[in-house]
């Protein structure tokens, strides 16, 4: 059902084909990053992703009001661990690839804190970031506008600023219901012969790494090499370069050219490798169902026979992935505590549940017997970083992607 808040996708966001079918359902979720100071009670939504059998795209089947999915927004780059790296990575091989030389005009769109941005200060001083949440990033080099980058806001942009030599959009297109008005828009402000450049979650990441728990409200889209090359080539970008890279466990890094061009080899290389996963989507998402029940089965009977024996169940990462996790694998009620080193999460609850975000500090004053590493991406740095913390006696427990009981505390 749709309502003003919770809109049902009836038709591909891609190709429009009206021909979706669920592959994944979880069950009924709260907005997973809504991380807030009191326990409240938190209405529950969908989140089931469907395939387009027409472009082979998979979307979530609903939209939720952005102000909803927004509203405690806390969300900042520099807190993902290892991402202000990626990027130092990334500036300079958009540098040595002369694909921004010297004064390039440069737009970022969803700039967030400006991490990326600040690799290019030295070479130009045309830098233009936009972003809603523009007051996280303050810089007198860079020009910001706190604005939902639209069709609409790229007319003012134009006006004021003219058009770009390079854009930026790094993990924001899968954020977006109307993807036709973001490319009207970038369209309008990209020169001739100018680069678009996107990075974003992959489908291919997701089934190859079974990392369901990056499927949430804020993640509409699903993208695959080919679904965002078709898409994109609708408003002349053609893709001439893509990379697969580590982030958030499996992203691509897209580079467009406005310009006519061929397809490279590597390109049809990197297609081919991403279709091992995503030629039979339906099945794929079938054996991620299977495996992610039989996780949900044996930390569930594990977690029962620790409660019974009175033991305190701790558990660690405080995200929207964790959200995803407690709500898929049906443990909100089975957890005493999360922890989570990101002090800006310390006493806030869990979304959905009566469960607080406590200082990893408390751990021992707290006699955690099992800690769960929810946030399992990051398992040796979180073991590492809080070794001193941890008692002795503590059990360690992976719940995904293979549920697993570590031995002697050791990954
Ligand atoms: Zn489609």
């Not at 809504?34 to 395939?51: G, S």
């Not at 999915?69 to 661990?81: A, D, F, K, L």
């Not at 290389?269 to 794929?284: D, F, M």
Request: positive net charge; glycine residues 4%.
């Amino acid at each position: 059902m749709s309502t003003n808040l919770e809109k049902k996708k009836y038709s591909c966001r891609l190709c429009k084909s009206k021909k979706l079918q669920i592959v994944f359902s979880f069950k009924k979720s709260p907005i997973g990053d809504d991380y807030i100071n009191r326990i409240k009670k938190t209405k529950l939504y969908d989140l089931k992703l469907q395939h387009c059998k027409s472009c082979n795209f998979v979307q979530l089947s609903n939209v939720i009001d952005p102000k909803i999915v927004y509203g405690n927004y806390i969300y900042v780059t520099q807190t993902s661990h290892g991402l202000s790296e990626h990027f130092e990575r990334l500036a300079n091989y958009l540098l040595k690839k002369k694909i921004i030389k010297k004064n390039s005009k440069i737009l970022e769109i969803g700039s967030n804190d400006g991490t990326l941005l600040k690799f290019f200060k030295k070479i130009t001083n045309k830098l233009i970031a936009v972003d809603p949440a523009a007051h996280l990033f303050v810089d007198k080099k860079v020009t910001n506008i706190a604005d939902h980058f639209s069709n609409k806001s790229a007319v003012k942009i134009k006006k004021k600023h003219g058009k770009f030599d390079t854009i930026i959009a790094n993990n924001v297109l899968a954020n977006i219901d109307d993807l036709d008005d973001i490319f009207k828009g970038i369209q309008k402000i990209i020169s001739n012969d100018g680069y678009l450049i996107i990075e974003t979650f992959s489908l291919y990441g997701l089934l190859k790494n079974n990392l369901i728990d990056n499927i949430y409200h804020e993640h509409l889209s699903y993208f695959t090499i080919k679904s965002l090359k078709r898409f994109a080539k609708n408003y002349g970008f053609n893709l001439k370069e893509i990379k697969f890279l580590s982030v958030k466990g499996g992203s691509l890094r897209y580079i467009f050219q406005y310009k006519k061009m061929r397809d490279n080899k590597k390109l049809v290389r990197a297609i081919r490798k991403e279709e091992k996963y995503t030629n039979k989507i339906p099945k794929e998402f079938k054996k991620l169902k299977l495996i992610n029940k039989l996780n949900e089965i044996k930390l569930n009977q594990f977690l029962d026979k620790q409660i019974k024996k009175k033991k305190v169940i701790g558990g660690f990462g405080a995200s929207v992935g964790t959200t995803t996790m407690i709500f898929n694998y049906s443990v909100k009620n089975k957890l005493n505590y999360l922890f989570d080193n990101e002090k800006r999460r310390f006493n806030l609850f869990c979304p959905g549940t009566d469960i607080k975000v406590l200082n990893p500090n408390h751990i021992k004053s707290k006699k955690i017997d099992v800690m769960i590493i929810f946030a399992w991406r990051y398992a040796k740095i979180i073991l590492e970083r809080n070794k001193n913390k941890f008692n002795k006696f503590t059990k360690f427990i992976i719940p995904h992607p293979k549920f697993r009981i570590l031995k002697k505390n050791k990954l």
